[in-house]
Each structure stands twice: as C-alpha cells, then as structure tokens.
C-alpha cells in the first residue's frame, strides 16, 4: 500500500512539472489537463491511505469531497478548486474551440501547489516531497 501511495504521490509532482513544460512551450489546455492531473494523482493517493478507492474521477472527486472536504479536513476553497480544475480539464480536453488563456495558468499553479501540500499532509507517513 505504501508503494501505491508513494508512486500515486511522485506521479503527482511529475504532473506538475509537466505541466510547467506545456506552459513554457505555449499549450496551455494541456497544462491545465497537467495540473488536474497532479491533484488527481494527489487525491487518489490520499483515498488509498485512508482505505478509500473509485476506478471514476466522478468517485473520487465525490470521495474527496464527502469525507476529506465535507469533514473539514481539507479547506473549501481547496476543494472548489478541485472541481473548478476538472470543470476547465474537462471542457480544455473535450470541447471544440476551448482555448485556456494563459493568463489563468500562475494563479492554477500556486493553488495546485498548495492543494497537493494539504492532501499529503492528511497522508500518514507520506514520503518526503524533497
């Protein structure tokens, strides 16, 4: 379990790097799929630790929010900005003629880092992100 934690977790910091790549070359809808992505990786690595699993985004998204968000343990707006992040993934992969504006993606990146920080702090024995 913890090895499935621990990859779930570096998949997450990867995504965010990757990220970073896509918005210095200037693909900024496949930055944000990135960013949401490494919340994703977060999140599912923080439902496994707590004995939680879904095969959907919808059951994770729906997980996260009932007992990490709901309970307090994870603040509102962090999980507003979850489902704001796979709102805008969604219509940047799915929808014909979205274009992210590259404006938005600074402010994507600080919450996301700070998202990711929350969630590993719920995880027992999280490995180290250094």
Same mark, same amino acid.
């Given at each position: 379990m913890q090895d499935l934690i621990a990859y779930r977790l570096?998949? +997450?910091? %990867?995504a965010l790097v990757e990220a970073r790549v896509m918005q %210095? $070359?200037? #693909? *900024? @809808?496949?930055c944000v799929n990135r960013i949401y992505y490494a919340c994703f990786y977060a999140v599912s690595a923080?439902? &496994? +630790? #707590?004995?939680y699993s879904s095969a959907k985004h919808s059951g994770v998204r !729906?997980? /996260?929010?009932? #007992? /990490? &968000? @709901?309970t307090g343990l994870i603040a509102r707006d962090l999980g507003r900005f979850y489902s704001h992040l796979f709102e805008s993934r969604q219509e940047s992969d799915y929808v014909d003629f979205v274009r992210v504006d590259s404006d938005e993606l600074a402010p994507m990146f600080e919450v996301a880092a700070r998202f990711i920080a929350a969630v590993e702090a719920l $995880? *027992?024995? +999280? *490995? !180290? !992100?250094?």
């Open positions: 570096e998949r +997450a910091r %990867d %210095d $070359i200037g #693909h *900024p @809808n496949a923080l439902l &496994v +630790a #707590h004995g !729906s997980l /996260f929010g009932r #007992h /990490f &968000v @709901n $995880i *027992p024995e +999280a *490995p !180290s !992100s250094g």
